[in-house]
């Protein structure tokens, strides 16, 4: 290919244990390929140097994958984009390195990304995309957020959790039910065959649009230890039920700050995002809340949920646009905040 027939951004996403890559031309998704770790099954959760040791194996392969599927050549690129922050330190640490060194080889800007902002924009990779201003519920294994998009880099966090995500809690219930990691999938599976009123769980009341979710974990575990006091066959009895019930109760918490946080700014455009809003049944409860409220609604496609690196490709375009770039002595950092 030659050069002059628009801007092409490699996005490369390395934050926990997926390895992925992508290409974004103009500001459309060429290619978006994705390496996934199952090692991690066996023992209940991410294991940070299994992790690591994986992005390095991984990295080369996947890149040059994403970049055949796109039909595009390293003389094309016009900038590497990566996650800086926040995430597994040496699984971004992999991510990080690899694209400082393909930055300067090529001598094309790189551009740091901050993976929740990254979460938020992967509403502008598919069409139909929404105006600005909108409104961005953000949900994830390790943040919950309500965002306010103000433009694609110009964003604000009204109310974020305050201790557990939303994903946590999905993940610390099924880990409390017996079920297999990633358990928080399995929640929303077998919930849709039970009912969600058979057991109720409190609702946290905090003030403002912050969230708590500890509390939802820890009344859960208090009530299935009492149950299974009289019934050790209990869980087993009301598998079904007990993970309805659960995500119906961690489901309106989530909906019930998003809806305060629109009446108060008055944004009706309103937008999901991060790896929990894969959730059937978060999908559902918000396009039924959507209906009522008359919210202009937007889902990612369920490939752009899960970390994914054409959400990080979709932002270096638009910091490319704005004239953003890196220094070659940025660091990769666990915890960051925008």
Request: glycine residues 8%; charged residues 20%; contains cysteine.
């Amino acid at each position: 290919m030659k050069k002059g027939d628009g801007i092409y951004v490699l996005g490369i996403e390395s934050s926990c244990d997926e390895t992925s890559a992508s290409i974004c031309h103009n500001g459309k998704i060429l290619s978006n390929i994705i390496a996934t770790q199952a090692i991690h099954t066996q023992y209940g959760g991410v294991v940070p140097e299994l992790a690591s040791r994986a992005h390095m194996q991984n990295i080369v392969p996947v890149v040059d994958q994403a970049m055949s599927a796109a039909g595009v050549g390293l003389d094309r690129l016009d900038a590497i984009a990566f996650t800086q922050s926040p995430g597994l330190i040496g699984a971004l640490l992999v991510g990080a390195g690899f694209a400082k060194s393909m930055a300067l080889s090529l001598e094309v800007p790189l551009i740091e990304v901050h993976h929740m902002q990254a979460h938020v924009l992967s509403n502008l990779i598919a069409e139909p995309k929404p105006r600005f201003p909108f409104l961005c519920l953000t949900v994830s294994g390790g943040h919950t957020q309500i965002v306010h998009c103000k433009d694609a880099l110009n964003m604000e966090i009204l109310g974020e959790t305050l201790d557990d995500a939303a994903g946590e809690a999905f993940d610390k219930t099924a880990k409390l039910l017996g079920l297999p990691y990633p358990g928080g999938p399995l929640i929303d599976q077998y919930a849709k065959d039970g009912d969600p009123t058979r057991f109720h769980f409190p609702e946290p009341q905090i003030e403002g649009l912050n969230f708590s979710f500890s509390g939802v974990k820890t009344s859960i575990l208090y009530f299935l230890q009492k149950q299974l006091k009289t019934d050790p066959e209990f869980i087993n009895k009301n598998l079904h039920d007990i993970c309805a019930s659960a995500q119906y109760c961690i489901v309106n918490i989530l909906l019930h700050k998003l809806k305060k946080a629109s009446l108060k700014t008055g944004i009706k455009t309103i937008c999901l995002a991060g790896g929990v809003s894969a959730n059937k049944g978060l999908r559902a409860s918000i396009k039924k809340m959507a209906e009522k409220y008359q919210w202009d609604l937007f889902v990612p496609d369920m490939e752009y949920c899960t970390d994914n690196a054409a959400m990080i490709a979709i932002t270096g375009y638009h910091k490319f646009l704005a004239g953003a770039s890196s220094p070659l002595s940025v660091s990769a950092s666990a915890r960051a905040h925008w």
